[in-house]
């Protein structure tokens, strides 16, 4: 991503369809030029790359302050088509009847191109896609840590580690899938990278996310597409489901 006075940044994202990405809003505030790379689990291997400047921050996220907010969600559209592949497929989106689902102590996983440490422990991006076990937490102890803060709201979900500090989402990770596996054995996006707390990606402090099933109808007006869905149209996964992954791409 790039700034109008030429700054560089990294983001992760979300592919929601052949022409269209999910991302927070802070990662592209304020900036015009924005290129995707798709495809790819090593950041110098994507297989394709795609520049765009159409970008859709949500209405109430006031874009000149930036930063932390609560509505801290943005689209990106593309005007080439993305081809579906081994390395690409779109992410189910939460659905608007469980944008208010209560995920304590349920086990989501995060997944990012981020810094493996705080910058000022020696940590760097990761060239390659790494995730961990995240466990839900609910918004009042959410809010414990963060000093009752008035960002976190009803469209935001916390999640702490799972069973190491060191597990959280990191700078440049903003933007990327917070997931949970759905009762078909298939990943539903849960939620956005948001935010974390000033001391550090490796403190006991829950990491907070956007939670994407809020946002259906502006999708439908900056896309035109439906991309809400019924939870009782899921059919239970079998005993073995198969194998899974989180789509992820660099922005």
Not at 8 to 25: D, E, K, N, P, Y
Not at 112 to 140: C, F, M, P
Not at 175 to 195: E, H, N, W
Request: hydrophobic share 35%; glycine share 10%.
């Amino acid at each position: 991503m790039v700034s109008g006075a030429g700054a560089v940044s990294s983001c992760g994202g979300s592919v929601i369809h052949h022409s269209w990405v999910l991302t927070a809003a802070h990662c592209v505030a304020n900036r015009h030029t924005f290129v995707i790379r798709f495809g790819l689990t090593n950041l110098t291997q994507p297989q394709h790359i795609v520049e765009t400047t159409r970008k859709y921050i949500h209405p109430r996220y006031i874009e000149i302050i930036a930063g932390v907010q609560t509505d801290d969600i943005a689209l990106l559209g593309l005007d080439h088509h993305i081809p579906y592949g081994r390395y690409i497929q779109p992410i189910r989106l939460q659905n608007s009847e469980e944008k208010n689902r209560n995920y304590t102590g349920e086990i989501l996983t995060v997944s990012g191109y981020g810094r493996t440490q705080d910058l000022w422990n020696g940590g760097a991006a990761s060239e390659k896609l790494l995730w961990v076990y995240l466990r839900g937490i609910d918004n009042e102890e959410c809010r414990w840590w963060y000093n009752n803060s008035r960002v976190i709201q009803e469209q935001t979900i916390c999640a702490s580690y799972y069973n190491d500090t060191a597990q959280s989402s990191c700078q440049g990770d903003s933007g990327g899938p917070l997931t949970i596996v759905d009762v078909d054995g298939k990943p539903t996006q849960v939620g956005v990278v948001s935010f974390g707390s000033v001391w550090g990606c490796s403190s006991l402090f829950p990491s907070a996310y956007v939670r994407p099933g809020h946002y259906h109808d502006w999708y439908v007006q900056v896309t035109g597409l439906n991309f809400d869905w019924k939870s009782e149209d899921l059919q239970p996964a079998p005993e073995e489901p198969e194998a899974w992954h989180v789509p992820a791409v660099n922005a």
